[in-house]
């Protein structure tokens, strides 16, 4: 199968019940500017590229939100713990990018968006939400071409530094992509 658009990505998401049931899932937390992001969007699409008939486990499912007014951790966790009795089967992650940039020791993010666009992987720089009729939205501020082409490289952010490239290039092998989706071009620094 082929994927040319943000329509087909959509759709795809639509399609499958499990995605949708974790969108739903989250959207009843009420988070600002909240999205469910990474490896949820992407492994979706390079399954789907690469015909597998069943989904790729993943290890977390990330869901990030933006509150300036409260950046205590304390709050995520209990976020999570409230989607583990929602969902106990899924391995949620919430994390709120107004404090991430301390963690990360980078400038401040100035939205979520902000937050995806400076993920280490274009591929993986991208988020699904349900606005307020749940329809499926997707933000992808690197784009799809690099997904959708199985391009695995890094967002602009990433290459600046030597630093940052390094980061890149260690999280090529931990995460050792390319044993999964055999497809995929990795574009090394």
């Not at 998401?13 to 990474?38: F, G, S």
Request: charged share 30%; with cysteine; glycine share 2%.
């Amino acid at each position: 199968m082929m994927i040319k658009s943000e329509k087909e990505i959509i759709n795809l998401v639509k399609e499958d019940q499990w995605m949708m049931d974790i969108l739903h899932t989250v959207k009843l937390l009420n988070l600002p500017d909240w999205w469910v992001c990474a490896g949820f969007v992407r492994s979706k699409i390079w399954d789907t590229l690469h015909d597998f008939k069943e989904r790729t486990e993943i290890p977390d499912i990330d869901v990030i939100y933006f509150d300036r007014e409260q950046i205590n951790e304390a709050e995520e966790k209990k976020y999570e713990q409230y989607l583990r009795t929602l969902l106990p089967n899924i391995p949620w992650s919430v994390k709120n990018e107004a404090r991430m940039h301390l963690k990360n020791q980078i400038p401040p993010y100035s939205s979520s968006v902000d937050a995806i666009s400076k993920f280490p992987e274009t591929a993986t720089a991208l988020g699904l939400k349900l606005d307020e009729k749940n329809d499926v939205i997707l933000a992808a501020p690197c784009g799809i071409s690099d997904v959708i082409n199985l391009q695995l490289k890094p967002t602009p952010y990433f290459a600046k530094t030597k630093e940052l490239a390094f980061i890149y290039e260690e999280r090529i092998v931990k995460k050792n992509w390319k044993s999964i989706w055999n497809n995929i071009k990795v574009n090394h620094i």
